[in-house]
């Protein structure tokens, strides 16, 4: 009974997406095109998703719709990850990292119709500690970033820039022992980042060539530089080139062990948390089940991909605030 079944979960303080219309044409359009009833669920507070979509692969539903931000999205895959429970995102936050990469639209009709495109493609997922994640986990300067942004009052991308270099002002480099691949290596590093995804989310790429589905992670290893060699490596961030940047080093492996001499905060996508010293990070090839454009590739171009993706939600942005105003 329950494979007929889907369920929407909403994340209502998310983004600026009408509610109310998700609740009305997404259900309309699921049972129209895939036959499924869905079932809605709105979240009130942290942990709510997560205990929703458990329920979900318990009653065996078909899929789970996250209308949501990155830490609403990590909420459902944790819970629907090792089932045969489908993940559709409806990208609805400020990075909405995981969906950039498997070329999801931001926007909710196109999301939508990847969805009722019905291709489900098995993709992997890491942990950290036993503790999963979808795009990124770091520690370094991007987790310090990651810590004061959660403590600002205000959100959005300009907090963040400014989070970002008031951050950077101050940090100093740490010293990590790196172990995988039977290699081990210690050295300071400005920060280390393990990505399943290539993105941090908001189009910038810190590992343009990871792959969801070669049961590896692209370990990045960035080393501190000079402000003008660090300000070209955040152009290279945008732009795709940052692989050739002199101040990177990666490699890629099934799993990593990471210790540190210093227990500073990490992220676990964009979220910081605390972890302790010692991080055992594993790669789970083709744990999670994803909804994702039919046309899906995963190559990437510096330059080209970064534009094209760019000017796509131009586009997309255009055509929703036109359609507002002729409504």
Known sequence: M???????????????????????IVPQRIIAMLSKDVDVKITEKSGDANEYAKQAVEQGYYGVIVAGGDGTVNEVATALSGSDVALGIIPSGSGNGLARH????????????????????????????????????GVGFDAAVSDRFARQRKRGKLMYVKSAIEEFVKYRPKEYTIKANGKEITQK?????????????????????????????????????????TAVL????????????????????????????????????????????????????????????SKYQEEFRPIITPVNHFMEEVRIAMNNFFNKRHK
């Open 102 to 137: 498997l070329n999801i639209p931001v926007d909710v009709d196109l999301s939508l119709d990847v969805i009722i495109e019905n291709n489900v493609v098995a993709c992997d997922y890491a942990t950290v500690n036993d503790r999963p994640f979808f795009c990124t986990f």
């Open 234 to 293: 955040g152009v290279d961030l945008f732009t795709g080139y940052i692989s050739r940047n002199t101040l990177l080093q990666s490699f890629r492996a099934p799993a990593a062990t990471i210790s540190r001499t210093e227990d500073s905060v990490a992220h676990i996508d964009g979220e910081p948390i605390a972890l302790g010293n010692v991080l055992d990070v594993k790669c789970h090839s083709a744990g999670l089940k994803i909804f994702v454009p």
């Open 2 to 24: 329950s494979k007929q079944r889907m369920l929407l979960v909403i994340n209502p303080i998310s983004g600026s997406i009408n509610k109310d219309r998700l609740r009305e």
């Open 189 to 229: 590093a400005f920060l280390v980042a393990c990505c399943n995804a290539s993105q941090y989310g908001n189009n910038a790429y810190i590992a343009p060539s990871a792959s969801m589905t070669d049961g590896l992670l692209d370990i990045i290893i960035i080393h501190a530089g000079s402000p003008l060699n």
